[in-house]
């Protein structure tokens, strides 16, 4: 860099900032900093960023807001790329509503709502973006998102590239991408519903979210993947762990597959609180649970 500062190397409109806390950017409030955090304008300078991180040798990833994101104490090295400026959503063939990847899940279903579609509303109380509601195959009552998923738009390799309908792989809360992918937006398959019976789904399901999941401390919503056929709260309750605390780190008495930030927890205190979690779970129910929360960065 020769004196040059790593910023002025390259011409990008957006933010870049250098030594970001992640603490920032998760619902958990926990996290070290990022070497970079970045928040392109547009494609044009993603793709720029992107090459300059290429010829730097410095790695990325992409986040949305950071709701199932636990970062750890040492902070990531290279990149955190933000899509919030990517927020653009529209009709597509009468049917189709298209989102880029940083819109919020909330004024999709509304977007749809206001054409007379429907089907997603069950992603309304989710919080975070479209790209982090696809990558984590977000969903509540049975459903999951890529199940109406007509096409997504990747970024591979810095090639624009769509993956439609059968072409999709998935499971429960997951998606398989590769290395380095960035998921640049999604077409979702609606049907046709009258705006009212929209306007009830988006209604209960924030009400449901207000009363049974409002745990009153930051949160990532559930922290272990439900095992097949099991509830992960019933297991933890089984095991007695309700209220059980690490430093900052507290199982909700609220919902016991909610760890919260009661107060000035590290990613150390989760780690270890999931831990002890999963250890007394197993021996009690012999079952092994697997984080549902994307445990990034460097120790
Ligand atoms: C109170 C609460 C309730 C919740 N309820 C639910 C629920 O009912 N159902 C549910 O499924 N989840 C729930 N969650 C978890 C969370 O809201 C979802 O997982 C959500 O989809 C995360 O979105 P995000 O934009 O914050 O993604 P992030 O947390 O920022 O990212 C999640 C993952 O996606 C990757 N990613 C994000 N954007 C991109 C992109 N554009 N390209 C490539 N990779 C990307 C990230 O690297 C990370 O691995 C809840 C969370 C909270 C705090």
């Known amino acids: 860099m020769n004196g040059q500062s790593r910023e002025t190397a390259i011409a990008f409109r957006g933010e870049l900032l250098r030594n970001e806390p992640m603490e920032r950017h998760t ?5 070290g900093p990022a070497d970079f955090f970045a928040i392109p304008e547009d494609s044009d300078d ?16 992409t986040i949305g807001r950071g709701y199932n994101l636990l970062v750890r104490d040492g902070g990531i090295r290279g990149c955190v790329i933000s899509l919030e400026r990517f927020n653009r959503i529209g009709l597509v063939d009468e049917l189709f509503v298209e989102a880029e990847a940083g819109a919020e899940n909330l004024p999709v279903v509304r977007f749809a709502q206001q054409r007379g579609l429907g089907g ?18 977000a969903g509540a009552y049975g459903q999951g998102i ?9 970024l591979r390799n810095g090639t624009v590239m769509s993956v439609c309908r059968d072409e999709i792989k998935y499971a ?26 929209v306007e009830e789904d988006i209604r209960r399901d924030l009400e449901l979210r207000r009363t049974k999941h409002n745990v009153g401390f930051p949160s990532a919503g559930s922290f272990f993947k439900n ?7 019933r297991l933890i309750d089984a095991a007695g762990l309700r209220g059980t605390a690490v430093g900052g780190a507290l199982v909700s008495e609220v919902h016991s ?16 609180l999931a831990e002890t979690i999963k250890n007394q779970v197993c021996a009690i129910s012999g079952v092994t649970l697997e984080e ?7 120790i």
Not at 27 to 31: D, E, F, H, V
Not at 146 to 154: D, F, G, I, K, R
Request: aromatic share 8%; proline share 4%.
């Open 292 to 298: 549902e929360v994307r445990i990034v960065g460097e």
């Open 172 to 197: 429960y809360r997951r998606l398989e991408l590769e290395a380095g992918d960035i998921v640049l937006a999604a077409r979702f398959r609606l049907s046709e519903c009258d705006a009212g019976i």
């Open 120 to 137: 997603i509303s069950f992603i309304s109380g989710i919080p975070g973006t479209i790209g982090g509601a696809l990558t984590m195959n």
């Open 146 to 154: 890529l199940s109406h998923t007509e096409q997504l738009t990747l």
């Open 227 to 233: 095992p097949p056929g099991q509830a992960a709260w």
């Open 27 to 31: 619902s958990l409030k926990t996290g």
């Open 46 to 61: 993603l793709c720029g960023l992107l090459s300059w991180l290429q010829g730097e040798g410095l790695p990325w990833m």
């Open 257 to 272: 597959n909610f760890l919260v930030n009661a107060g000035g927890a590290t990613t150390r205190d989760f780690l270890a």
